[in-house]
């Protein structure tokens, strides 16, 4: 993993060539398409695996009791899954909801 962000800092900054292509290919129609759904998938990627990382803390947790009224735990996975995903635009919480009024979400 280490070796693929060197490579792309790398190709970004000193083979400018390269990535100005890419910029190029990613302002087309299949290539804009192509990058929004490799963007998708890694976001997806993203936000389920930080649901399964609050399924797992939870699970692990044993300084408070378990709930009598939910088997499985719900809510710790999805507030990971939100931050994950698109929640980080929102913090710190000062922000508000201005990252919706700039359409950036």
């Excluded at 292509?21 to 998708?40: D, E, P, R």
């Excluded at 710190?92 to 201005?98: E, I």
Aim: charged content about 10%; proline content about 5%.
């Amino acid at each position: 993993l280490l070796w693929m962000v060197v490579l792309a800092w790398y190709i970004t900054h000193h083979l400018s060539v390269l990535s100005d292509w890419w910029g190029a290919v990613l302002q087309t129609g299949m290539g804009s398409l192509m990058g929004t759904i490799m963007f998708a998938i890694f976001k997806t990627n993203q936000i389920v695996g930080a649901c399964e990382l609050g399924a797992r803390a939870v699970a692990a947790e044993t300084l408070l009791p378990r709930s009598r009224y939910f088997s499985t735990p719900w809510a710790a996975p999805l507030l990971c899954g939100f931050l994950g995903g698109c929640g980080g635009q929102f913090l710190p919480f000062s922000k508000g909801l201005a990252p919706l009024d700039k359409r950036t979400s």
